[in-house]
Structure formats: C-alpha cells, structure tokens
C-alpha cells in the first residue's frame, strides 16, 4: 500500500518561502501513469490543487499560483518537494501531497496534512 507523509515547517513568516518535502513509501513516484500532486485546504474553504510532477518528471502547476510555485522530485529518496514563494496569511491552510491518476484533486492515496500558518 503507498503512504505518504509531509513534512516542514508549519510556521511561516509573511514574504518568506514555504517548503513542503513528501516522502512516498510502497510505491516508486518513478512510475508511469501517476501524478504526484500537492493540493491544499484553506480554513472554512475546499481543496485546492497546486501542481503536480508525473512518473516521467512533466511538471503542472495551477495558474493562479504559478508564479510562486515550484515542485520538484528527489528519486534516491523517493521524495517531492512544494516551494511556495512570497506567502501572504492567506496561504494557510493544510497542505497535502497526494497520488493521482489525473491532475487536479480527485486522488487514491493521500498523506494526513501538515498545517501551515503564515503569520509574524
């Protein structure tokens, strides 16, 4: 069974960089077919997809949040990391990185979530 966990900080300065790394055990994110995604849930709001790296190493990112974004992958530990540039308070939120077999929110496993809080 793939599990997945997040890890890093979960206090954040405002402007500062947000860095997020998962770490994926019972399955290769080499693989072909997956989408290694990163999604979050804002307080009171719903999911909110941020990107995804696939098996191959193609990179999407949400258009809104883009300009800020960076997701990359480190295959000799089986990890993908989330860079989220210049964070206001409005990026907390619970952040998640996830398995999907498309882009967007609908996946098949998911870690628990880490909170982060932006905040001085």
């Known amino acids: 069974q793939v599990q997945l966990q997040e890890s890093g900080p979960g206090l954040v300065k405002p402007s500062q960089t947000l860095s997020l790394t998962c770490t994926v055990s019972?399955?290769?994110?080499?693989?072909?077919?997956?989408?290694w995604s990163w999604i979050r849930q804002p307080p009171g709001k719903g999911l909110e997809w941020m990107g995804a790296i696939t098996g191959s190493g193609s990179i999407y990112y949400s258009p809104s949040l883009k300009s800020r974004t960076s997701i990359s992958r480190d295959t000799s530990k089986n990890q993908f990391t989330l860079q989220l540039n210049s964070v206001t308070p409005e990026d907390t939120a619970v952040y998640y990185c996830?398995?999907?077999?498309?882009?967007?929110?609908?996946?098949?496993?998911r870690g628990q979530g880490t909170q982060v809080t932006v905040s001085s």
């Open positions: 996830a398995r999907a077999l498309s882009l967007g929110v609908r996946y098949d496993y």
């Open positions: 019972g399955g290769s994110i080499t693989a072909d077919y997956y989408y």
